[in-house]
C-alpha cells in the first residue's frame, strides 16, 4: 500500500489519559487510518513494558518508541529497529550536578533485560517507599539494589530518571544541559501530580532525533503529523508539518501548536486528527 504518511503520537495525556489502556474510539481511529496507509509511531517516555501494556491490544501495524526514543520497535514482529543508549561515562558528571536533591535517581536497564532499575535505597526516605513501589509495578523483572553506581566500561542503559519538585528539579535541568553527550528533558510526572521527572537520555535519544531515526529507516519523506502535550514533545513537533498540541499542555508548548485539541480524556485526538487531515 502507498504511504500516505507518518502520525506520530505521544502516549500519556495525548493518545490517552489512562495508565494502562487506551480508549477503544482511539484505537479503532488510528486502525482506519492505517488501513488508509498512515503510519503510525507512538513515541513516549515509558518503559517498553508498560508501554505494551497500553499497545498490545492494537491490532494493526504501527511502530513505538520508549524512553523517550532509546529504543524503537516494529510491531507486531517485535523487531528492534533502532538504538540509542547511555554510556556508563555520565555517571560521575551526574553525581557531580546531583547536590541537594532529596531523591535519588533511577537508572533503567532496558527492555531486554526486564525494565528493572538500578537504584541506592539508601538514598530514598521512607516516606517515598510508596512512590517506588509504583514504579516497580511498571517493571516485570525485580528492581538491582546498589550501595553505588558502578558499571563495567561495555554496559549502557536507555535512561536515567531523576523526580522531585519542579524547584528542586529546574536547577539540575540547568546544569545538566551543557552535556552535549545528553539530551534532557523535564515533564510533569504522569504518575504523580506533585513530581516533575528529568528523562535524561543519549543525544540521539530525542522524541525528535527518535522520528528522523525510524522515517530514515522507511526512506521515507512523507508529511508528517505529530501530537503532544509536554516539554519532551517539542522535538517531535518541531519536525511535523501539522503540529496537534492538547488543551492540557503547558502553555509553552500549546504556543507552538497549529491545531489545539481537546484534552485526552475526551479522546481529543481523534477530532484534531481530523483536523489535520483536511489540512494536508
Known amino acids: 500500500m502507498l504511504e500516505k504518511g507518518w502520525i506520530a503520537l505521544d502516549i500519556d495525556g495525548t493518545t490517552t489519559a489512562h495508565v494502562r489502556e487506551i480508549p477503544w474510539e482511539v484505537s479503532q481511529f488510528l486502525k482506519g487510518l492505517a488501513r488508509k496507509g498512515w503510519r503510525i509511531f507512538f513515541i513516549t517516555g515509558r518503559v517498553y513494558s508498560w508501554t505494551l501494556q497500553s499497545l498490545s491490544p492494537l491490532s494493526f501495524p504501527y511502530l513505538f518508541a520508549v524512553q523517550n526514543g532509546a529504543d ?5 514482529a517485535h523487531r528492534l529497529l533502532s538504538r540509542a543508549y547511555l554510556s556508563p561515562k555520565i555517571i560521575p558528571f551526574l553525581e557531580k550536578a546531583y547536590r541537594n536533591i532529596a531523591y535519588d535517581y533511577l537508572i533503567y536497564a532496558g527492555f531486554e533485560k526486564g525494565d528493572f532499575c538500578y537504584y541506592r ?9 510508596w512512590y517506588l513501589d509504583l514504579l516497580k509495578s511498571f517493571s516485570p523483572a525485580p528492581w538491582q539494589k546498589r550501595e553505588e553506581f558502578s558499571f563495567a566500561e561495555g554496559d549502557s542503559f536507555p535512561l536515567i530518571k531523576c523526580f522531585g519538585s519542579k524547584e528542586a528539579m529546574t536547577p539540575l535541568f540547568e546544569a545538566l544541559l551543557h552535556l552535549r553527550e545528553l539530551t534532557v528533558s523535564m515533564i510533569r510526572d504522569p504518575l504523580c501530580e506533585r513530581f516533575y521527572l528529568l528523562l535524561i537520555t543519549d ?8 522520528l528522523d531515526r525510524a522515517r530514515a529507516a522507511f526512506h521515507s519523506t512523507a508529511p508528517l503529523i505529530a501530537a503532544g502535550d509536554d516539554f519532551n514533545d517539542l522535538p517531535m513537533l518541531e519536525k511535523a508539518d501539522i503540529k496537534i498540541v492538547m488543551q492540557t499542555a503547558p502553555e509553552e508548548v500549546k504556543a507552538r501548536a497549529d491545531i489545539l485539541a481537546p484534552s485526552a480524556s475526551e479522546c481529543g485526538i481523534i477530532p484534531a486528527l481530523k483536523e489535520a487531515l483536511q489540512r494536508l
Not at 72 to 76: A, L, N
Open 121 to 129: 535505597p539508601r538514598r530514598f526516605p521512607e516516606e517515598i517507599a
Open 72 to 76: 524503537i520497535i516494529e510491531m507486531p
Open 203 to 210: 543525544r540521539k535519544a530525542s522524541k525528535g532525533t527518535a
